[in-house]
């Protein structure tokens, strides 16, 4: 079946400094992937979406210098969260949209917990 | 803009009861729609995946039924153990492929 990677599985940081989070599909190629972050005990709101070869689309609130999204191949996107603040600490969760798919089904990454001090 | 919606937020049954879990949306201009779980702190698995042709999908215990005319899919699981334990989330993938999920209902089986 189609598995999503996400690395790291945790990171935690320095206020200030950045911190930048894989997004691997392993088995099918993805021109769209997806991030989300989640607050405890929230559902999942979609950040942006990030397309290979072109600049990603941002969700109204999210800050594109902010949280930078570069999606260089059909198999990998990053999100790379800049001058980290407390604020920024959730789960972090990508998705990836399979091309051959006939669904248009998402497969999930397992998620990356970032924690800001 | 579609708003998802989950009843109840929360519930705990004694091991054996069936579950049943709802969620109503706005916009039935859908793709499909999908239920997960979620382990705390952990990312999504995918349950089931009903189509917007079809009106239910079975897996194992596990059946969710989906009525676009009164915006609803219900998600039923039989015979709940304490395994079962967990968030179960609805999402709908609309025609700009944009997930929008519901917030969850937070499953406790007591064994």
């Known amino acids: 079946g189609a598995v999503v990677s996400q690395h790291p599985s ?5 206020s200030g400094t950045s911190v930048k989070i894989e997004c691997r599909s392993l088995d ?25 070869g072109s600049k990603a689309t ?23 969260v800049t001058s980290a603040h407390p604020e920024d600490s959730s789960f972090y969760i990508c998705s ?11 497969f999930f990454g397992p998620g990356t917990r970032l924690t800001v001090l | 803009k579609q708003e ?25 201009a859908i793709y499909n729609l999908q239920w997960f779980r979620q382990d705390p702190g952990k990312g999504l698995t ?11 999908q079975t897996s194992g215990r596990l059946n969710a039924s ?3 005319s009164s915006g609803r899919s219900t998600l039923y699981i039989a015979a709940s153990q304490p395994g ?27 064994a």
């Not at chain 2, 995918?46 to 239910?56: M, P, T």
């Not at chain 2, 989330?89 to 969850?104: Q, R, T």
């Open chain 1, 10 to 14: 945790w990171v935690i940081c320095k």
């Open chain 1, 28 to 52: 099918f190629q993805a021109t769209t992937m997806f991030w989300y972050r989640q607050f405890p005990k929230q559902s999942l709101m979609l950040m942006a979406t990030s397309n290979e």
């Open chain 1, 58 to 80: 941002y969700e109204q609130g999210v800050e594109k210098d902010k949280f930078l999204i570069n999606h260089a191949s059909l198999t990998l996107s990053t999100l790379t």
């Open chain 1, 96 to 106: 990836a949209r399979d091309l051959s798919g006939v669904y248009n089904e998402q």
């Open chain 2, 4 to 28: 998802v919606t989950q009843i109840p937020a929360a519930l705990s049954v004694p091991e054996g009861e069936n579950l049943v879990l709802n969620c109503s949306f706005t916009d039935s």
């Open chain 2, 46 to 56: 995918s349950l089931l995946l009903i189509q917007s042709s079809q009106r239910e």
């Open chain 2, 66 to 68: 989906l009525d676009k």
């Open chain 2, 84 to 110: 079962d334990s967990a968030t179960y989330l609805c999402a709908l993938l609309p025609h700009d492929y944009k997930l929008s999920f519901g917030a969850g209902t937070t499953v406790t089986v007591r």
